[in-house]
């Protein structure tokens, strides 16, 4: 299953980039695969264009995005975070971001990471400095928050969705039911005009019974039981057809309802 199954992803979008404003954490929702599922919201030069804008920075921040849960550091020294998105028990993503400083930057480890990276270690200070610096503590609230707010969002659009179709379910069905009651209708008046037409005859076969005697009479037996037969199916008839009535009445307050 995937979020766009079921869920206005823009939504999602809202709420990332009110989150990142508010706090001034980066944040970007991916799937399973590691794809994008959201535009990224906050994210820095220092993260984008110089860490993973070079091959080795690229290739351990994507180990870290891998494999980086809850709130961590990453391999560049700023804070991160990964929460979840879990619907029924199944993951299907997970909200990424932080890239945010704890404390002021010590900008002699910083020009030696610089220098690791392959990176111009002045541009690189330059640009660490412009990073956003919060404590842990807000940290770790901020992304609990968020865990909080986009899960909760993901399952009522869930169930917003499912009762959504529910609905067309039910009135497909309400339109179907509707339709047998009618069909059942039509074959009760069917069956009662035969029943009619099997009295007729069982009056007719009595008559002629009486006209011929004595010779008649085993034909007369049948005469009667048909009569019998033909009182009991209008009898039955009259029972489907009200319960028939009393299908579709309910199915038309159900209807209003």
């Not at 599922?37 to 984008?48: A, N, P």
């Not at 070079?54 to 929460?83: N, P, T």
């Not at 010590?106 to 392959?118: C, D, P, R, S, Y």
């Not at 009135?171 to 009651?181: S, T």
Request: glycine share 8%; charged share 25%.
């Amino acid at each position: 299953m995937k979020l766009s199954d079921f869920m206005d992803i823009t939504h999602l979008q809202k709420v990332q980039d009110a989150f990142s404003e508010a706090t001034g954490l980066a944040a970007v929702a991916i799937d399973t695969n590691g794809n994008n599922i959201t535009k990224g919201s906050g994210f820095t030069d220092f993260c984008m264009k110089h860490t993973r804008g070079c091959a080795e920075g690229a290739k351990r921040c994507q180990k870290c995005d891998a494999e980086g849960k809850g709130v961590y550091e990453c391999h560049a020294g700023l804070m991160d975070f990964s929460i979840d998105i879990v619907l029924n028990g199944e993951k299907l993503g997970a909200v990424i971001g932080g890239q945010v400083l704890p404390n002021e930057p010590n900008e002699e480890k910083f020009t030696a990471i610089a220098e690791e990276l392959g990176i111009d270690p002045g541009a690189y200070i330059r640009a660490v400095r412009k990073v956003p610096v919060r404590s842990e503590k807000a940290i770790r609230s901020a992304a609990d928050l968020l865990n909080d707010v986009v899960n909760r969002m993901v399952l009522q659009e869930y169930m917003n969705a499912t009762e959504y179709k529910k609905i067309h379910v039910w009135e497909d069905e309400i339109v179907n039911a509707n339709d047998a009651v009618s069909r059942i209708k039509e074959n009760t008046k069917a069956l009662e005009a035969l029943a009619s037409k099997q009295t007729i005859m069982a009056l007719n076969a009595s008559i002629e019974t009486a006209r011929v005697g004595a010779a008649g009479a085993g034909f007369g037996v049948i005469a009667k039981q048909m009569g019998v037969f033909s009182k009991q199916s209008t009898e039955i008839y009259k029972k489907i057809t009200e319960d028939a009535n009393n299908i579709s009445e309910a199915i038309g307050k159900m209807n209003e309802s």
